[in-house]
């Protein structure tokens, strides 16, 4: 399943992501991302970058199924 999260940092092809608060290190591949940028993560990999008014969509919809 993928999920919408913030990135926080990046150190070259890894970042560290924010998902609900907890923090994660997850892997960019070749997407060149900056810190407060919003991204699709799909196991230990971020899949696409997604705009600010995406990842709140996705966020609300995702707290409607809980």
């Known amino acids: ?3 919408p999260a913030k990135v926080k940092s990046v ?3 890894r970042a560290v992501i924010d998902v609900n608060g907890e923090e994660r290190k ?3 591949g070749f ?3 900056q810190p407060g940028d919003c ?3 799909h196991g230990n990999r ?3 970058k997604i ?3 995406e990842y709140e969509k996705t966020v609300n919809a995702l707290r409607g199924l809980g």
Do not use: E
């Open 51 to 53: 705009s600010a008014d």
């Open 26 to 28: 997850v892997r960019l």
């Open 11 to 13: 150190d070259g092809s």
């Open 31 to 33: 997407l060149k991302l």
């Open 46 to 48: 971020v899949v696409d």
């Open 39 to 41: 991204v699709v993560v």
């Open 1 to 3: 399943m993928a999920f």
